[in-house]
C-alpha cells in the first residue's frame, strides 16, 4: 500500500508519496530505514524524535503537522 500525505515543518509543505522503504518527498526518491529513534536516509543516519506537534532531528526541533494521510493500492496490487 502506497501512503500519501502532506508534511508541514517549520510551516513549508511537502507531498509525500511512502511505498515500502521508499519515499517520494515532492518527487524525489529516497531510500528510508527504520532503527529504533535512528532513521537512515539514503544511508546516511539521522537520530529522529517524533512528539505531539514537533519533530527533533539531529538536536534540532521543528514544528510538524501531517494532513490527508490516505492508503492507495501500490502498483501491481488489487
Not at 505531539?52 to 496490487?77: D, F, H, N, Q
Amino acid at each position: 500500500m502506497n501512503r500519501e500525505f502532506t508534511l508541514t515543518l517549520d510551516g513549508v509543505a511537502y507531498k509525500v508519496v511512502a511505498d515500502g522503504n521508499t519515499i517520494l518527498v515532492n518527487g524525489q526518491p529516497f531510500v528510508v530505514v527504520l532503527l529504533g529513534e535512528k532513521v537512515l536516509v539514503d544511508g546516511a543516519p539521522y537520530d529522529v524524535k517524533v512528539e505531539s506537534g514537533r519533530a527533533m532531528v539531529g538536536g534540532i526541533t521543528y514544528s510538524l503537522g501531517v494532513e490527508g494521510l490516505t492508503e492507495t493500492p501500490a502498483k501491481g496490487e488489487t
